[in-house]
């Protein structure tokens, strides 16, 4: 089945700086990868998404890029704000693209 | 508004007792899900539905079981609850298959002492 590897597992970074998740997945067959975000006693969300024909995706200040060669994509977050600390998930297809499998989360924290 | 509802939000309970845990959406979605979610960390699919009366095992055993007698319900059940079930447990639901928007409920975080 999918194997989803996420890293870090934690990260803190300073108002305005800029903020990186990196994942990897293990099937080759996979073609779709979001990114949710879990503020704190909230429900994940999905803040931005990618599909395996483009490289690239912005909207705002976030970003996911895609690597299908090396099976990695990634989640940038830039002008980070007080409000982007959460726990951030990345995701791909399960096996027979069942339902997503998800990385291990990352927790994001933006000092003020 | 369409949404997905679960309720109880909360439920702390004894050793043995049975519970069932509620999961409605609105949102007109064929397939459902159950993760289990300890505070804060990874999301493990525990039971899935692509449709009424079609419901499979996740990637997390679980001894807990699930029903869909109507499209829009998706309820979750212990017989017999026990600490180590103590856990959020996160409904949702989508349009498509894994390569759609999931859209989550609020979850329901279970207790067992």
């Known amino acids: 089945g999918e194997n989803v590897e996420q890293h870090p597992s934690t990260l803190s970074v300073q108002e305005g700086d800029s903020a990186v998740i990196k994942c990897t997945y293990s099937d080759s067959a996979s073609n779709y990868f979001p990114w949710y975000k879990q503020e704190l006693g909230k429900r994940p969300q999905l803040i931005i998404d990618?599909?395996?024909?483009?490289g690239e995706k912005k909207d705002q200040r976030i970003a996911v890029t895609l690597n299908k060669t090396a099976k990695h994509f990634s989640l940038h977050i830039t002008e980070t704000q007080p409000e982007d600390s959460a726990v951030y998930f990345c995701a791909a297809p399960g096996t027979g693209r069942r339902a997503l499998t998800f990385g291990s989360g990352t927790r994001l924290q933006v000092q003020p | 508004e369409a949404d997905i509802y679960q309720t109880p939000r909360y439920l702390v309970i004894g050793t043995g007792k049975k519970i069932t845990l509620e999961c409605s959406q609105t949102m007109g979605h064929d397939k459902m899900y159950w993760y289990q979610q300890d505070p804060g960390m990874e999301l493990h699919l525990i039971h899935y539905s692509y449709g009424v009366n079609s419901t499979e095992k996740g990637d997390l055993s679980s001894e807990s079981t699930v029903s869909r007698i109507r499209t829009e319900h998706f309820p979750l059940t212990l017989e017999s609850a026990r600490p180590s079930h103590t856990s959020q447990y996160l409904c949702?639901?989508?349009?498509?298959?894994?390569?759609?928007?999931?859209?989550f409920g609020e979850g329901s975080r279970l207790t067992v002492l």
């Open positions: 949702a639901s989508s349009a498509r298959d894994s390569t759609g928007e999931l859209f």
């Open positions: 990618i599909r395996s024909n483009v």
